[in-house]
């Protein structure tokens, strides 16, 4: 991006990463989304007196599954501190989370076109807040989020621009999904970020007055309001102004950031260390099994894919958005002859209409089926295309469909070359353009068929037919 108003933005992103676990991180209350309000909590979640935590031991697993997808360092002894701070989404009046142990440090994310790596500093394990829904002019309470399981990514402020915001989320995301980590839907909150920004003096090494921009629900939101922030700081400077330190939030309707609180120091949260939750050890051989158990990374997917089917990078991008997708496309490509109309009609048809996350709701042998159809001339494309998404919505087999309504391509010289006959009866002035040397003519009268036949008649068949017919008027 370019420098604004003789100013550049220097940027850091937080991640908040709901894992992937059947019950919550301290207690066995479900962590599922989408349950009835306040119908999965408990006394240990709740922070009710007496009640005491026990870690779930895949919450720690898959932090650690975050931390090696990341190419952190793994720390082999860490402990769970209390955060202190008072809030209604937050009953027990404090959060478990990791302040000076988190069980990873470091790592990093590359960037798609720059190969620039963007630094992590730590991803840590800590449990989720409850949620505070505004209607009717009251503020309710949903304390099914409490105690859910998260992992906080935190970045180095080297993001140097939004569309950096957005490629390192994106990256991000792929990475944790391809781990196993967490199924990172950002529509359901499971994926959350927030964007850190300041700004400075063009080739400056001084970072300004730092701003956050707090839960933000989405990538492209996450990208825009970086853009937006950075352009209102600069302003502000540029008018010989000064930024003052707060917390923001983006306002998806207007498109600008707005101020939630300001905040003049640092909030004091009080950590002391967890007193209930003994201090955890990660043994050599554990961290080993976990790094030979990882599940196969979106590099090594793409490099497969080019390798094994010859596809090109920009069908391979949109193949390895998930293990999703990519893995019902491997399914499909195995049983086609043409694995690249194959993964055609997949990224057009297919992909568009899923929702984020979504399992593929078809038969990957459907897809290959349309795909075998096209690639053999039994249909045209935009007949594979309708298949594709009748196979899609309804589960209907393509080549049924297609036997079913006559949707074949027609080859048979008994039925085309009537059509010929007509096409050259109805249309003389093309007859005699052709005849003066006039050869686009030729293809008037090829489409002539065409369109009788709603698109079913086969190019090269009809072209022969046409063009001995036509060679007889010429002879005669």
């Not at 961290?287 to 990882?294: G, S």
């Not at 997708?325 to 499909?332: D, G, M, P, S, T």
């Not at 074949?408 to 003389?428: G, M, T, Y």
């Amino acid at each position: 991006m370019a420098a604004y108003k003789g100013y550049e933005p220097v940027i850091g992103v937080e991640v908040h990463c709901e894992l992937k676990t059947a019950s919550k991180v301290f207690c066995g209350c479900s962590a599922a989304f989408g349950n009835v309000p306040n119908t999965a909590c408990c006394p240990v979640c709740m922070g009710l007196p007496g009640a005491l935590p026990q870690l779930n031991t895949e919450a720690v697993r898959l932090t650690v599954q975050a931390g090696v997808a990341l190419h952190c360092d793994i720390r082999r002894t860490a402990w769970f501190d209390r955060k202190n701070y008072f809030y209604p989404d937050l009953p027990k009046g404090y959060q478990i989370t990791q302040n000076d142990t988190p069980f990873c440090t470091g790592g990093y994310v590359t960037l798609y076109n720059k190969e620039k790596k963007i630094h992590l500093q730590r991803i840590h394990l800590e449990e989720d807040a409850g949620k505070l829904l505004h209607r009717d002019g009251m503020t309710c309470i949903d304390y099914n989020r409490c105690g859910v399981g998260l992992i906080e990514i935190v970045s180095e402020p080297e993001l140097s621009d939004p569309a950096e915001v957005r490629e390192y989320l994106t990256k991000l995301r792929q990475a944790l999904l391809f781990a196993g980590v967490s199924d990172c839907r950002m529509n359901e909150g499971s994926m959350r970020c927030e964007v850190n920004i300041s700004v400075r003096p063009v080739g400056s090494q001084t970072r300004g007055v730092r701003c956050e921009i707090k839960n933000i629900g989405s990538i492209q939101f996450a990208a825009k309001a970086a853009e937006e922030e950075f352009h209102r700081q600069a302003d502000i400077l540029a008018d010989g102004g000064v930024i003052e330190q707060e917390t923001r939030r983006f306002n998806e309707n207007t498109g600008r950031t707005e101020t939630m609180r300001k905040k003049e120091s640092a909030v004091d949260y009080r950590y002391f260390t967890e007193p209930n939750i003994p201090p955890v050890h990660l043994t050599e051989s554990y961290i080993a099994e976990i790094e030979r158990q990882m599940p196969k990374n979106a590099v090594s997917w793409k490099n497969s894919l080019k390798s094994d089917y010859g596809l090109p990078d920009e069908d391979v991008e949109q193949l390895i958005q998930s293990p999703n997708i990519v893995l019902f496309y491997e399914k499909a490509a195995s049983v086609s002859r043409y694995p690249k109309l194959t993964a055609n009609l997949y990224i057009g048809e297919v992909i568009p209409r899923l929702a984020e996350g979504e399992a593929v709701p078809m038969d990957p042998a459907h897809l290959a089926e349309a795909a075998n159809l096209l690639g053999d001339g039994d249909v045209n494309s935009t007949v594979a295309k309708q298949l594709t998404g009748r196979a899609l919505r309804e589960g209907t087999s393509p080549a049924a469909a297609a036997k079913a309504e006559g949707l074949f391509r027609i080859r048979d010289e008994a039925v085309l070359l009537p059509l010929v006959k007509d096409a050259i009866a109805a249309d003389p002035r093309s007859v005699g353009d052709f005849l003066k040397g006039k050869t686009a003519a030729r293809k008037r009268l090829l489409g002539w068929v065409i369109r009788q036949t709603g698109g079913r008649a086969d190019a090269a068949v009809t072209e022969d037919l046409l063009d001995r017919a036509l060679s007889e008027l010429q002879q005669n």
